[in-house]
């Protein structure tokens, strides 16, 4: 009987992004606040003859540029993977939308192959290997929430999920990453310390002290976005801000009616949203069925 693999590739949002220096090689250094929210792809591998993916979401390339197929090959060349697979994978994270989709199809890969092919590499390797695929793949390896320096890609732990609802938009517009960075101005010395306002302060007073910075880059040039954002306030948001590059917004709330209500609203309006638990734990577990 052949082994079927299945695992779900969460969604992230940035609580807060400082951007603080631009690098001589494109990057730039910042810090950022890392959650989740319960949107996920879902992936089902077994072996096969000859490697095959297949994506629900027939926009996204299933080519070179594919950050699954980048993974693979990642593997093959500095991990030893001889195996080949079958992968398909139902795409519910929209792309380009700031919730590091296509980062987290990275991580899930090099999670579920180390574990189907016996890889033997420890959770250090395959963040290694995850921060060459993209600055947002290591957060998705350790796949807990947590505070993010460097390129993104140095994560300190924290417990910092927020104890409040969270609803996220998609205003149905792809923003570009790379974009979003190249217009943005870095500030070297952010007015309060991010990590001590998401430990330390309630949201309610999130708005007043934090900032994504890449919203100055991206606002001007989709003008959506920034409204999406005005009008989760005027939904009675406690907190509302862009998630990464963009281009989705995201609103946290204490109260369970009135994040029903704007969540409903914003789907009314026609835009994919969603609707996240308090304290919301991933499961990134990978699990096995006989077929
Ligand atoms: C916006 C965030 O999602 C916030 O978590 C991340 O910083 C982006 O992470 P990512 O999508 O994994 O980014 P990558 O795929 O590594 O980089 C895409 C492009 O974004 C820019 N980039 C990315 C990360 C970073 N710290 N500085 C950058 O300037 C670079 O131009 C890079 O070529
Ligand atoms: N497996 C994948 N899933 C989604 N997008 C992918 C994948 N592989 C490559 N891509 C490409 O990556 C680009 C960005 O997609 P992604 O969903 O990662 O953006 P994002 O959510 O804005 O990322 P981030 O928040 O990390 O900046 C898209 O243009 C998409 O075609």
Not at 133 to 140: E, S
Not at 175 to 190: L, M
Not at 265 to 277: D, M, Q, V, W
Request: with cysteine; aromatic share 10%; glycine share 8%.
């Amino acid at each position: 009987m052949a082994e079927l693999w299945i695992s779900n590739s969460h969604a992230k949002i940035n609580l807060g992004l400082n951007v603080l220096e631009r690098l001589d090689n494109g990057y730039h250094t910042i810090e950022t606040g890392f959650c989740f929210i319960e949107w996920n792809d879902r992936f089902e591998v077994k072996h096969a003859p000859r490697m095959e993916l297949v994506m629900s979401d027939e926009k996204i390339p299933v080519d070179d540029s594919n950050l699954i197929v980048k993974a693979i090959k990642l593997l093959q060349q500095e991990a030893g993977l001889k195996d080949e697979f079958y992968i398909e994978v139902e795409k519910n994270i929209p792309a380009g939308a700031g919730l590091g989709g296509g980062s987290s199809n990275a991580a899930t890969t090099l999670r579920m192959m180390n574990k189907i092919a016996n890889l033997g590499l420890n959770e250090h390797d395959l963040m290694e290997l995850g921060r060459k695929l993209g600055a947002d793949v290591p957060f998705f390896i350790k796949g807990k929430p947590g505070f993010a320096t460097g390129i993104g890609e140095e994560i300190e732990e924290l417990d910092i999920q927020p104890d409040a609802w969270v609803v996220t938009v998609f205003p149905d517009i792809e923003s570009s990453t790379a974009e979003a960075y190249q217009f943005c101005e870095p500030n070297p010395e952010p007015e309060f310390s991010l990590k001590n306002v998401l430990l330390d302060e309630e949201p309610e007073e999130w708005r007043y002290l934090l900032m994504n910075q890449l919203e100055p880059a991206v606002f001007p040039r989709h003008h959506l976005v920034g409204n999406l954002k005005d009008q989760l306030y005027e939904f009675g948001a406690d907190y509302a801000s862009m998630s990464g590059s963009g281009s989705s917004v995201f609103g946290v709330f204490q109260q369970d009616f009135v994040a029903i209500n704007a969540y409903e609203s914003f789907h009314k309006l026609g835009f994919p949203a969603n609707l996240t638990r308090p304290k919301f734990e991933p499961d990134t577990g990978i699990y096995v069925k006989e077929e």
